[in-house]
Nanobody, 120 residues
Framework: DVQLVESGGDSVQAGGSLRLSCVTT?????MGWFHQAPGKDREAVAA??????YYKESVKGRFTISRDNAKANLWMQMDNLEPEDTGTYYCAIGCTSFEDRWYEPRRFRYWGQGTQVTVS
């Protein structure tokens, strides 16, 4: 199995910045970040899907996803953080069915354990 380890979560004040990292033992055309707020379902934030970069509307202009050339490690720069960004952030890689969309958790085969972000 592919292993994923996220890091970079922290507690920050609104308007602050964080950079999340995800180190994996795999490589994939599909790589993404998901956010799970307390008491809510996991939602896609940003992803690469066969060369196309996608963002959730509410993070456009604030978050930037990037990855290395090997398509094995993933980052997300998070600027101008808002209290609504609070939650656990999960890294995911591994394409599943082409019928699944980038924003659907089932699009990704492997998941990390998450890193906590708190914005106050």
């Amino acid at each position: 199995d592919v292993q994923l380890v996220e890091s970079g979560g922290d507690s920050v004040q609104a308007g602050g910045s964080l950079r999340l990292s995800c180190v994996t033992t795999g490589s994939s055309e599909c790589m993404g970040w998901f956010h799970q707020a307390p008491g809510k379902d996991r939602e896609a934030v940003a992803a690469f899907d066969y060369g196309i970069k996608y963002y959730k509307e509410s993070v456009k202009g604030r978050f930037t996803i990037s990855r290395d050339n090997a398509k094995a490690n993933l980052w997300m720069q998070m600027d101008n953080l808002e209290p609504e960004d609070t939650g656990t952030y999960y890294c995911a890689i591994g394409c599943t069915s082409f019928e699944d969309r980038w924003y659907e958790p089932r699009r990704f085969r492997y998941w990390g354990q998450g890193t906590q972000v708190t914005v106050s």
